[in-house]
């Protein structure tokens, strides 16, 4: 299956929803996919609006998001506009979402985000291993995670 082939989600979209904080993920991953469905359920007030790094929009609106590091870790871009990546971003939606307030004080206990980043990449640089939806990593499209 070729990347162009990826089907959609049934997600909000920022372009129709543009009143919401976006988050911006790797279409092409299966477990990334299946976390932004999660997300999608927990959103229950419609605060999230849900867009591929490949999608050519992405590039267009968030020029200074390099496509490296939206390889490297999900982004939520708020209404304000400020940009938390990995992490940062889980834990900003801990607070964003109320059915996920449950693990706030967890995620946000002083001086902890180093051990969740850690966690966090650890586990980003193991999804492809876990699926990739065309199952192509020739031509080295894979190697980032795989270090």
């Known amino acids: 299956m070729s990347h162009a082939a990826v089907a959609p989600l049934d997600l909000p979209d920022p372009r129709v929803v543009p009143s919401t904080d976006v988050v911006i993920y790797d ?26 790094l490949h999608d050519p929009w992405v590039s267009e609106t968030y020029p200074d998001l390099s496509h490296e590091r939206l ?5 939520v871009v708020d209404q ?3 940009r938390r990546g990995g992490a940062a971003a889980f834990r900003y939606l801990t607070r964003r979402l109320p059915t996920l307030w449950w693990l706030a004080p967890v995620m946000h206990i002083p001086l902890s985000l180093p051990v969740w980043s850690w966690c966090y990449r650890f586990i980003a640089r193991q999804r492809y291993r876990w699926g990739r939806l065309d199952q192509d990593c020739d031509g080295g499209t894979c190697h980032i995670h795989f270090r």
């Open 71 to 75: 390889m490297e870790e999900l982004v």
């Open 27 to 52: 279409g092409h991953c299966k477990f990334c996919r299946k976390q932004v469905e999660r997300l999608k359920f927990f959103d229950r007030g419609g605060r999230l609006s849900f867009v591929s």
């Open 80 to 82: 304000a506009g400020v």
